[in-house]
């Protein structure tokens, strides 16, 4: 059982920058395979970024490409989401989770376990 937390969310305006960091407890997380997901009023819940184990891969939604990064720091337990030049169509909640294993498009159901979302509202 893996216990996720995320923490960072807040208010910022277009073009700023916000770093979401997830903890987590229960099992070490070098184990897992992490990511992040959003999910904003109304739509579904959509992958935003993936990072591997040993974090020599890592995947990007073409919308947060060359903007986000997402890095993990596995002797910390921690997973992070570093969001530069944001934009209004980020605002949602973001999601940090962990899979065993993902298919080459990265899908929710690939993911076990899930924290309970942090807000991202960014204004224009």
């Known amino acids: 059982q893996v216990q996720l937390v995320e923490s960072g969310g807040g208010l910022v305006q277009a073009g700023g920058s916000l770093r979401l960091s997830c903890a987590a407890s229960?099992?070490?997380?070098?184990?897992?395979?992490m990511g992040w997901f959003r999910q904003a009023g109304g739509k579904e819940r959509e992958f935003v970024a993936l990072?591997?184990?040993?974090?020599?891969?890592?995947i990007y939604a073409d919308s947060v490409k060359g903007r986000f990064t997402i890095s993990r720091d596995n002797a910390k337990n921690m997973l992070y989401l570093q969001m530069d030049n944001v934009k209004p169509g980020d605002t949602a909640v973001y999601y940090c989770?962990?899979?065993?294993?993902?298919?080459?498009?990265?899908?929710?159901?690939?993911?076990?376990?899930w924290g309970q979302g942090t807000q991202v509202t960014v204004s224009s």
């Open positions: 989770a962990c899979a065993s294993g993902v298919r080459r498009t990265p899908v929710a159901d690939d993911f076990n376990y």
């Open positions: 229960g099992r070490t997380l070098d184990t897992y395979i």
């Open positions: 990072i591997v184990r040993t974090s020599t891969t890592t």
